[in-house]
């Protein structure tokens, strides 16, 4: 979630150590979390998509990374979607930009907390970063996968009291209008060419890890991925309905177990390798690729 670019922990290999510590210990506290719309997205034709073309370009935060708290890095979904699918219709390549703890305004400006643990390095915000990749290889990137907002409303959230802070509704505001002011235009028109698409750019909502010890905090899951879908509507980019293929909204809800590290010791918010494979699955379904 490569084109062979070195990563700046190559480089530095003390503070990669470091990161791997720090990021088991505390990234359930700072990554790209929880949840995921109940309302589904519907399946956009075939015909409104371009198709794979020879570059598969992964944004977004930690689940685009692909982290694990057992530092299993390397089976995210854009990596399965990748080996599983893509590569089998002429994709040839794989790039990741995805950060631990992206948030939609450090994807606009820069400043990602781990962005010296990368899969591939880039200079500057992640979106700079991928509207460069585009135009580097104008007319053949498709698809372009994106998660993103999840940190925004991360501190918004406290899974131990169950309680939402009185920013969420300002936070979300603030994702809505990097979302559709700067991230999806700047993406699409970068996927453009003489007015036409030449790519797919591809989001998803977000599972609920949160939902079967606060069930409070669907309301809001659903609310968040509301916007999501209708930001990206704007721009008929589709959502991949990652929340329904974790489960849904029933609580309890089993699949936690299985699809996230919730209910293992580390008692974290990110996908399993099982659940980075039902994401994969997710965005496969959604193109039809």
């Known amino acids: 979630m490569f084109l062979a670019k070195s990563s700046r922990a190559a480089h530095r290999p003390s503070k990669r150590l470091f990161a791997l510590v720090a990021l088991s210990l505390s990234l359930a506290l700072a990554a790209s979390l929880f949840f995921t719309v109940s309302v589904q997205a519907a399946r956009p034709k075939s015909s409104s998509l371009v198709g794979p073309k020879a570059y598969y370009l ?48 450090t994807f606009i400006n820069g400043g990602c907390p781990y962005d010296y643990l990368l899969h591939n390095y880039y200079f500057g915000s992640q979106l700079n970063a991928a509207l460069s990749f585009i135009h580097a290889h104008a007319r053949n990137v498709s698809p372009v996968s994106l998660d993103i907002g999840a940190n925004d409303l991360l501190p918004d959230i406290n899974p131990s009291t169950c309680a939402i802070s009185d920013s ?27 007015g036409t698409r030449t790519g797919d750019l591809v989001m998803m909502n977000y599972y609920d890890p949160y939902q079967n010890i606060c069930p409070n905090s669907l309301t809001y899951v659903q609310t968040l991925n509301q916007h999501l879908a209708s930001d990206a509507a704007e721009f008929n980019v589709p959502i991949s309905d990652v929340y329904t293929a974790f489960g849904g909204s029933a609580t309890p809800n089993p699949n936690i177990c299985a699809d996230t590290w919730m209910c293992s010791s580390y008692q974290n918010i990110h996908a399993t390798t099982t659940g980075y494979g039902v994401i ?3 965005f496969a379904s959604t193109t039809g690729y």
């Open 280 to 282: 994969a699955n997710a």
């Open 58 to 105: 992964a944004l977004g935060d930690s689940l685009a990374f692909g982290y694990q708290p057992n530092l299993d890095f390397s089976h995210g979904y854009p990596q399965q979607w990748y080996s599983n699918d893509l590569s089998k219709h002429h994709v040839k390549s794989y790039t990741n930009y995805g950060c631990n703890g992206e948030t939609s305004y």
């Open 168 to 194: 969420w509704s300002t936070d979300l505001a603030n994702l809505d209008t990097r979302l559709t002011g700067t991230i999806l235009p700047d993406l699409t028109a970068a996927l453009t060419v003489n």
